[in-house]
Nanobody, 123 residues
Framework: QVQLVESGGGLVQAGDSLRLSCAASGRTFSSYYAGWFRQAPGKEREFVAAISWTGSNTNYADSVKGRFTISRDNAKNTVYLQMNSLKPEDTAVYYC????????????????WGQGTQVTVSS
């Protein structure tokens, strides 16, 4: 079992930055792949970014590529999502997820999800 708790969301203006954190507890987090999804009102949950357990491999949705950076600190059992140049269309609840399989993280098929943190970007 892995428990995930997100933090760092908030209300910002377009062009601002935010850093989300996802703190993990339970089984050895360093052996899990991790990622972020988001869900805007009235829309389906969508992939944002994923990271391998070493941090050497990352993937991003085209909509955030070049603006968002996913990273992890296994010593702190934490995954981060640095979000720069935020746009109103980035407004969503952001969810952290983890899995032993990278594809399940990218596809959103993970068993372990956080409760989500709200990010609101005003124009």
């Amino acid at each position: 079992q892995v428990q995930l708790v997100e933090s760092g969301g908030g209300l910002v203006q377009a062009g601002d930055s935010l850093r989300l954190s996802c703190a993990a507890s339970g089984r050895t987090f360093s052996s899990y792949y991790a990622g972020w999804f988001r869900q805007a009102p009235g829309k389906e949950r969508e992939f944002v970014a994923a990271i391998s357990w070493t941090g050497s491999n990352t993937n991003y949705a085209d909509s955030v590529k070049g603006r968002f950076t996913i990273s992890r600190d296994n010593a702190k059992n934490t995954v981060y999502l640095q979000m720069n140049s935020l746009k109103p269309e980035d407004t969503a609840v952001y969810y952290c997820l983890a899995d032993e399989t990278y594809l399940r993280v990218v596809k959103g098929g993970s068993d372990y999800w956080g409760q989500g943190t709200q990010v609101t970007v005003s124009s």
